[in-house]
T-cell receptor
């Protein structure tokens, strides 16, 4: 079966940089995604890594190392609105061109002034 | 607005009852996913459909069933409800070859 590990909570100061790590064990690994979810809201897509390396989207970057079964999400210039839960998710091939996404339990990020 | 519509937004019912949650995917998306999120828990994958066919099954209880109709909307049926079924149920859709899921706002189910 699949398993994903990420820290349950992280606290960081406004303007700082924070890294949220994710390790995974799965078969049929295809890529790693990151989603953000504010309290009471729907998860929204942040980034996807299909290949090893760093993907940058504005203040957010995501990294993947397939050989280490490890990835991270890097948030720079933290803002109060970044306080949310962040989920890593493993994308697996579920057959005939379809993909299943299995989520970790999420990391609750609190940004403090 | 993700383009995914879920109804109802809130539902309160009693143990032993049956409910149906409905999801309309984004225009053009053929794949629909159902997830359950309990308090302070992650997103538990329930089931996936692609163009009307079941494609993957996760930790979905036998009391739960789903289907995707020819117009691509999907329904999740929850029966013999228990207190522990109280949760937020999300539907998401995607293009079948894409890694990005678009989530609806969820249906919050409370079982009393």
């Amino acid at each position: 079966g699949q398993s994903l590990e990420q820290p349950s909570e992280v606290t960081a100061v406004e303007g700082a940089i924070v890294q949220i790590n994710c390790t995974y064990q799965t078969s049929g690994f295809y890529g790693l995604s990151w989603y953000q979810q504010h309290d009471g809201g729907a998860p929204t897509f942040l980034s996807y890594n299909g290949l090893d390396g760093l993907e940058e989207t504005g203040r957010f970057s995501s990294f993947l190392s397939r050989s280490d079964s490890y990835g991270y999400l890097l948030l720079q210039e933290l803002q109060m609105k970044d306080s949310a839960s962040y989920f890593c998710a493993v994308r697996e091939n579920s057959g005939a061109g379809s993909y299943q996404l299995t989520f970790g339990k999420g990391t609750k990020l609190s940004v403090i002034p | 607005d993700s383009g995914v519509t879920q109804t109802p937004k809130h539902l309160i019912t009693a143990t032993g009852q049956r409910v149906t949650l409905r999801c309309s995917p984004r225009s053009g998306d053929l794949s629909v996913y159902w997830y359950q999120q309990s308090l302070d828990q992650g997103l538990q994958f329930l089931i996936q459909y692609y163009n009307g066919e079941e494609r993957a099954k996760g930790n979905i209880l036998e009391r739960f069933s789903a289907q995707q109709f020819p117009d691509l909307h999907s329904e999740l049926n929850l029966s013999s409800l228990e207190l522990g079924d109280s949760a937020l149920y999300f539907c998401a859709s995607s293009e079948h070859a894409s890694g990005e899921l678009f989530f609806g706002e969820g249906s919050r189910l409370t079982v009393l």
